[in-house]
């Protein structure tokens, strides 16, 4: 049984900024990947920003320099810092995880999504 819950979405004007934070409970052995998706109205789920256990890197080109994906160990939990944000940046934001449960079970978990509304 593993859990995903994130928090910190909301309404913010152009260029503010907000801070994402996804935090994975359960029986869980360990997490080998985490990482954030969204999806916008009329689009297609898409990445965002992936950390692997091994602290490889991965972000769209659409964000890149913007945000910043970090991830606490020891708190199973992955941030997502969101600078100079844009009304295109819309989206219900959603953390998935690779997780691996104390049976030895590997598998995708996803949350249920936090809003990120951006006016102009």
């Known amino acids: 049984q593993v859990q995903l819950v994130e928090s910190g979405g909301g309404l913010v004007q152009a260029g503010g900024s907000l801070r994402l934070s996804c935090a994975a409970s359960?029986?869980?052995?360990?997490?080998?990947?985490m990482g954030w998706y969204r999806q916008a109205p009329g689009k297609q789920r898409e990445l965002v920003a992936l950390i692997s256990m091994g602290g490889s890197i991965n972000y769209a080109d659409s964000v890149k320099g913007r945000f910043t994906i970090s991830r606490d160990n020891a708190k199973n939990t992955v941030y997502l810092q969101m600078n100079s944000l844009k009304p295109e940046d819309t989206a219900v934001y959603y953390c998935?995880?690779?997780?691996?449960?104390?049976?030895?079970?590997?598998?995708?978990?996803w949350g249920q999504g936090t809003q990120v509304t951006v006016s102009s």
């Open positions: 359960g029986r869980i052995f360990s997490i080998n990947r």
């Open positions: 998935n995880a690779v997780i691996t449960v104390v049976s030895r079970d590997t598998q995708s978990y």
